[in-house]
């Protein structure tokens, strides 16, 4: 797939979603950013801003199988990756998937789950698998997981651990719409939700497709030099404790590619991978208890240090 190509497929989607999520068409880059990069996406935001929209959106854009997980404290880690059945007819015992066998899979309220369930999906984000009774078994080659977690209730929740999060390769929000945009929103949900009617625009190979091209892209030994920086100025900025690992410089970079790819060239440039920085490696970092009492917080810390490294010329 050329770029010229990979550029519709991503507008196809884009303008479908968009017929859904109006004003919002920064964070759907980002989405399908992470989509084309073989990376999933944590939303954190408020309730009602439209994090389970956007995620069924772009499921029903895509001719793939989806999923849905409504993350509870009782939710067991069977109850995502399957379980084996005794089977009295034939005595043996059959495996019964379980909704982690799909291609889009919806993670909603991720952190209401408790830590061992949100361990289940470790493997399978990490790997592309899961191992039950002792047998590994391999999940579809598009496997997306688009997590959503509430920021501001914290009563019967489990805040993810860092291993998890890293999991992720972005993590960003989707923010309150400009009045204009919210009045459409109005218009449109007046007599019926717009997901309803809305229908697929690609196909499962055209996205396959699209992750293979976005491997292509070019990224010079500058460039990739200057994701590493980026990622490791973090390990020794003021207030962090922990900061990003390599993990995120591939993410970062691989989620360029995709950027670039959407916008038609065949080449990465600083100001994709600028634009992806915070996404991208935010949430990975660990801050220091005494920063973040005096506001310090990593989103500042990234875009403090977008700022000070120099752009390779």
């Keep these: 797939m050329n770029p010229s190509v990979a550029r519709e497929v991503f507008q196809k989607i884009a303008t479908n979603i968009s017929c859904v999520m109006q004003g919002h068409a920064a964070p759907t880059r980002k989405l399908l950013a992470a989509l084309a990069s073989g990376g999933h996406v944590l939303l954190e935001d408020f309730p009602g801003t439209g994090k389970t929209t956007l995620a069924k959106a772009l499921a029903r854009s895509v001719d793939a ?120 929103v109005l218009t449109a949900q007046a007599n019926s939700h717009p997901l309803g009617a809305l229908a697929s625009c690609v196909t499962l190979a055209d996205v396959t497709a699209l992750k293979h091209a976005a491997q292509n892209i070019r990224i010079s030994d500058e460039l990739k030099r200057y994701v590493v920086d980026l990622v490791g100025a973090t390990r020794s900025a003021n207030g962090v404790q922990l900061g990003a690992s390599p993990r995120a410089s591939i993410a970062l970079m691989k989620a360029a590619q995709a950027l670039a790819l959407f916008d038609g060239i065949e080449f990465v440039t600083p100001e994709q991978i600028q634009e992806l920085a915070v996404p991208v490696i935010a949430h990975r970092l660990v801050m220091q208890p005494q920063a973040r009492f005096s506001g310090l917080t990593a989103r500042g810390v990234v875009e403090d240090i977008v700022k000070k490294i120099k752009v390779p010329a």
């Design 65 to 184: 199988k989806f999923k849905r997980v409504q993350f509870t404290p009782d939710l067991l880690p069977s109850d995502i990756i399957g379980v084996a059945i005794f089977n009295q007819l034939d005595q043996q015992f059959h495996f019964h998937e379980g909704p982690i066998f799909t291609n889009i899979l919806l993670a909603d309220e991720i952190n209401r789950a408790s830590a061992r369930t949100q361990s289940a999906l470790l493997e399978a984000m990490g790997e592309g698998q899961v191992s039950v009774d002792g047998e590994r078994r391999n999940l579809a080659d598009l496997f997306f997981v688009i997590a959503t977690q509430n920021p501001v209730e914290f009563r019967g929740t489990y805040p993810l651990p860092e291993a998890q999060m890293d999991r992720f390769a972005m993590q960003f929000t989707l923010g309150y719409v400009e009045p204009a945009d919210e009045v459409a």
